[in-house]
C-alpha cells in the first residue's frame, strides 16, 4: 500500500460518515454516535496527515504552498466541528453547521485527491510513498484511540 491508497480509504470512511450524519435528525442517539465517530476520524486524520504526508510534502518548493493550503483547511473544519459541539442537537442550526461541515469535508478531500495526490506523486519516491503509508497507518492507529 502506498501513502495515496492509505489516505484515500480514510477519505471514502469520512465521506460515509458526513452523508450519515446530515440524514440523522433532532437529539438522537444515532446523531451522537455519528458525531463522535465522525469527529473522531476527521481530527485523528489530520494530525496523522499533517505529519506523515504533509510535513514531507512543506519540505519540496513544489508542493509546499498547496499543504500549507491543506493544512490550514484542517484548521477550519476543527473550527467548525467547535461550532458543532457548541450548538444543541435539536436545534435546527445544528443541521445547518452539519450540513456546512459536509460541504467542507466533501470540498477539502476531493481537492487533496485530485491536486494535492497528483502534485506529490512528482516529489515522492516509490520508497517513501511505501514507508509513508505506514507510518501514517500508525499514527492513525495511536490517534483514533484519542479522546478527541
Known amino acids: 500500500m502506498n501513502i495515496f491508497e492509505a489516505l484515500r480509504a480514510d477519505h471514502d470512511k469520512q465521506r460515509e460518515l458526513a452523508a450519515a450524519l446530515i440524514k440523522t435528525q433532532g437529539d438522537s442517539v444515532e446523531r451522537d454516535k455519528l458525531f463522535a465517530e465522525l469527529k ?61 461541515l459536509h460541504h467542507r469535508v466533501h470540498h477539502h478531500l476531493k481537492e487533496e485527491e485530485h491536486e494535492v495526490f497528483q502534485m506529490a506523486g512528482k516529489v515522492l519516491t516509490d520508497t517513501q510513498k511505501s514507508s509513508l503509508a505506514t507510518d501514517y497507518e500508525q499514527t492513525m492507529t495511536e490517534q483514533r484511540s484519542k479522546d478527541w
Open 40 to 100: 473522531t476520524e476527521l481530527k485523528a486524520h489530520a494530525a496523522a496527515e499533517e505529519r506523515c504526508f504533509y510535513i514531507p510534502l512543506m519540505e519540496d518548493d513544489f508542493t509546499q504552498e498547496k499543504s500549507r493550503h491543506s493544512v490550514a483547511e484542517h484548521h477550519e473544519i476543527d473550527e467548525m466541528i467547535e461550532k458543532l459541539e457548541e450548538t444543541e442537537y435539536s436545534s435546527p442550526g445544528w443541521l445547518v453547521e452539519a450540513k456546512n
